[in-house]
């Protein structure tokens, strides 16, 4: 199914047949690659699964008044948690999961919200593309 989409998605993005024997398929990344373009390809729950997995990744580079600012804790805190312990990310989204709303899916919705899933998973340009209920993410 990913590939039919994925060859539609070209077709229409190149403006012309796509040669299906040139298309890469990567399955252990997700991947499909295609006249130099590399897209991620993902359901809605593939795409909020591992947007959530990348967000816990990369807690520890958050600004401790962000966590300040989501939980409504001191902002001391957190600046020293950061400072002591570069491998916070389990620890800070414990506290998310505990004092901010929604817990840590609803930081999570509020980063998609507020910045789009694109930034952390479309490393090539940062942006989400919808074609048939499928998302698509270039990373080249």
């Keep these: 199914m990913k590939l039919q ?24 990344y997700g991947t499909y690659e295609y006249a130099g ?16 997995s990348r967000i816990k ?17 001191p902002e001391a805190g957190f600046k020293q948690l950061l400072k002591l312990y570069d491998g916070a990310n389990d620890f800070l989204a ?18 998609a919200d507020r910045h789009g899933r694109g930034k952390l998973l479309a490393t090539y340009n940062h942006y989400e593309q919808e074609w ?3 998302f698509f993410y270039r990373i080249s």
């Design 5 to 28: 989409v994925f060859i539609e998605f070209m077709c229409v993005k190149l403006g012309s047949v796509v040669d299906v024997q040139k298309i890469v398929h990567r399955p252990k």
């Design 37 to 52: 373009y590399e897209f991620l390809v993902l359901t809605e729950d593939e795409a909020h699964h591992l947007f959530k």
């Design 94 to 111: 414990a506290i998310l999961e505990s004092y901010a709303p929604g817990g840590f899916d609803g930081f999570v919705h509020r980063q």
């Design 57 to 73: 990744e990369l807690l520890h580079e958050y600004r401790s008044s962000y966590f300040a600012n989501e939980t409504d804790l």
């Design 132 to 134: 048939n209920n499928f």
